[in-house]
C-alpha cells in the first residue's frame, strides 16, 4: 500500500509554533523551513509529499517544482489550496493508495475525510514531525556509534539532511 500526504502549506506555517517565528520574519524562510521538515518526514516514513500553497501569497499562475523530492504545488490563480487539495484526492485515492490530508481547515478536513482521504490536523502533524525528528536523531546517533555501519541504507542527500539537522544547521 503507498501512502501519500497531502499538506495544506499555509494551513501548517500558521500553526506551527516555529515556522509562525519565521513567518513573521520571512514567509519564503517559513515555507522553505516547512518543505526541509516534510523532505525529512518523506525520507522517515517513505510516504510521498506534497505540499500545496495558495497561488495569491507568491507572484506568478500555479507551478508544480520539486526540491529535497518533495512536490510542491502552488495553485492557479483564483484557485485555493483547499481545492487543489480535494482535486488531488479525487485523483490519487485508489485501492492502492492511501492518502493523506494535513490540515486543520475543518470544512477541508469534512470533504476530504467524506472522499476517502485520511485527516491529520497540523498540530497531529507537527507532533508526529517531533517524534521523526527525535528518531532520526537517535538512529543518526546510533549510526555514527556503529562506524557507520548500518543496516538502514541512506542516499547521500538523506545522509546530509540528517547530518544537517544533527549539526542544528537549519
Known amino acids: 500500500m503507498k501512502d501519500i500526504l497531502l499538506v495544506d502549506g499555509y494551513n501548517m506555517i500558521g500553526d506551527w509554533p516555529e515556522l509562525k517565528k519565521l513567518r513573521d520574519k520571512s514567509l519564503a524562510e517559513a515555507r ?3 518543505v526541509e521538515k516534510m523532505a ?3 525520507a522517515y516514513k517513505g510516504w510521498e509529499v506534497k505540499i500545496i500553497f495558495d497561488a ?4 506568478g499562475v500555479g507551478r508544480k517544482y520539486n526540491n529535497y523530492l ?3 504545488i502552488y495553485t492557479r490563480e483564483k484557485e485555493t489550496a483547499d481545492e487543489r487539495i480535494e482535486k488531488l484526492v479525487g485523483e490519487l485515492k485508489n485501492i492502492e493508495t492511501r492518502v493523506h490530508v494535513a490540515t ?3 470544512a477541508e478536513q469534512s470533504v476530504t475525510f467524506g472522499s476517502g482521504a485520511l485527516r491529520k490536523s497540523a498540530r497531529e502533524l507537527r507532533v508526529e514531525m517531533e517524534v521523526v ?3 532520526i536523531s537517535r538512529e543518526v546517533k546510533e549510526q555514527s556509534k556503529h562506524d557507520n555501519l548500518s ?3 541512506l542516499t547521500e542527500e538523506v545522509a546530509e539532511i540528517f547530518d544537517k539537522w544533527r549539526r542544528g544547521d537549519r
Open 32 to 34: 522553505d523551513r516547512l
Open 40 to 42: 525529512e518526514y518523506q
Open 56 to 59: 495569491h501569497m507568491v507572484p
Open 70 to 72: 518533495v512536490d510542491i
Open 104 to 106: 486543520s481547515d475543518y
Open 133 to 135: 525528528e527525535q528518531n
Open 151 to 153: 543496516n538502514f541504507p
